[in-house]
């Protein structure tokens, strides 16, 4: 047996505060990378995932580039090298208080729940226990003000955005040691979400970014921060508070925010509305206006803010309206780890009928990797290829589908049914 060419290992900290470990190395044969992970002193979970070479680079090559890219990411994660460091930085961290000058790498606000059942969520509504507001397609960033209330602006993964952002927070006025918790969000002309756009200027460097805002804005976009929530202010833990409270203190916060020299409504940093309607009423605006869904918090419920780099999910739900449809798998792909000699995922695709000077006959929809027992991706295998499944889906686009998981297959429909319509 070779020994690892390149090891580390990497702590963290659960919400419960025990320690989760994790580990990655290459294999003697350096050609394949392998990861344990889990509670120390538990039961380690194990993966392994042999890498091939491409026209350009060896196997060696690509597993030493898996491996550091594995590494970084944990690294980005808040994961550190010593179990001690993690318990006593976490610790002395809870003590001494956020550094709102520097928010920690670690710093974890709550996370939205996933799904909620339209049961639940219909007598929650009923109960008067629901604020409901739009869900945006937009990315996550925190407003800080600091000790001499400076502004800055954090990404969901605690990088530092002010560079990119200075124009829109600029005038903004807030309380030393205030956390306004956001969505940035380029909205068009047609007041849809333009989520290219967001990541455009989220991914680009600080100046490329800038010129990029003000190109859209030039173009009738609108370009801006809507605040959903206020996670400390003052100084003071409001994520504790309800949230039905956290929103009038918000609300109170951002009208003292806005510069006392203008006479219009400040529109670069913006308060997410509520809509009043009953939860029906609200699902059918999402279709009518094609919104990427609802969020609905719980109004009598407090958030969760924890230093571990392990957000908790609470408070609030994404309530999305999925749709489904009958697609063409032209054929799978095998999987990683686990499901290396299975079927990973299946290639998706609509009939397009051969129309004068048109050659195509499938216009391709991306993969469906998820929805599957072990026992289908072991059938798959078998399966006739091409063949009709029925996939779940939350928006379909030119280059595929979003969120797809298999439901079903469908023996009973022929290829040729699924149609493209444009």
């Not at 921060?225 to 203190?249: E, G």
């Not at 279709?287 to 408070?315: F, I, M, Y």
Request: glycine share 8%.
């Amino acid at each position: 047996m070779k020994l690892a060419t390149r090891r580390v290992t990497f702590f963290s900290r659960t919400t419960s505060g025990q320690i989760k470990t994790w580990s990655c190395w290459i294999e003697g044969d350096g050609k394949t990378v392998s990861s344990s992970w889990g509670i120390k002193g538990g039961k380690m979970q194990f993966t392994s995932d042999t890498l091939k070479p491409t026209l350009r680079k060896t196997a060696k090559q690509m597993a030493h580039e898996e491996y550091d890219r594995q590494v970084k990411k944990k690294q980005k994660a808040g994961y550190v090298e010593a179990a001690e460091r993690t318990e006593a930085v976490q610790l002395e961290k809870m003590k001494s208080g956020l550094d709102f000058d520097h928010l920690p790498k670690a710093f974890a606000p709550a996370k939205p729940i996933r799904e909620i059942s339209h049961e639940n969520a219909t007598r929650w509504d009923r109960a008067g226990l629901l604020i409901k507001q739009r869900k945006r397609d937009g990315m996550r960033h925190y407003i800080v003000a600091g000790k001499d209330g400076q502004l800055r602006a954090y990404s969901r993964g605690m990088d530092d955005m002010t560079a990119h952002f200075e124009r829109l927070i600029q005038d903004l006025s807030l309380p030393p040691g205030t956390i306004l918790d956001a969505e940035f969000v380029v909205t068009t002309r047609l007041g849809q979400d333009d989520f290219k756009a967001v990541s455009e200027i989220c991914r680009s460097k600080p100046d490329r970014a800038k010129r990029t805002m003000v190109g859209k804005e030039h173009n009738g976009s609108v370009v801006q921060f809507v605040v959903f929530d206020l996670l400390f202010y003052d100084r003071l833990p409001t994520w504790q508070l309800p949230y039905a409270q956290r929103y009038t203190s918000l609300l109170e916060a951002m009208e003292k925010a806005r510069p006392k020299t203008r006479m219009v409504e400040f529109s670069h940093v913006v308060v997410m509305p509520t809509l009043t309607m009953p939860l029906k009423q609200a699902i059918t605006r999402v279709h009518k206006r094609k919104w990427e869904g609802l969020v609905l918090w719980r109004k009598d419920q407090a958030t969760q803010v924890h230093l571990n780099r392990s957000p908790k999910r609470c408070n609030c739900y994404k309530f999305k309206p999925m749709r489904e449809g009958d697609f063409i798998a032209l054929g799978f792909e095998f999987g990683k780890g686990r499901n290396g000699k299975v079927m990973g995922a299946l290639n998706l695709a609509l009939y397009t009928p051969r129309q004068p000077g048109v050659g195509k006959k499938w216009k391709h929809f991306g993969n469906v990797g998820t929805g599957f027992s072990d026992q289908q991706r072991v059938e798959a295998l078998r399966w006739r290829f091409p063949c009709v499944v029925e996939v779940r889906y939350e928006k379909m686009s030119d280059k595929g589908l979003r969120f797809p998981s298999f439901l079903r297959l469908r023996p009973d429909m022929d290829p040729k049914e699924c149609v493209f319509n444009g």
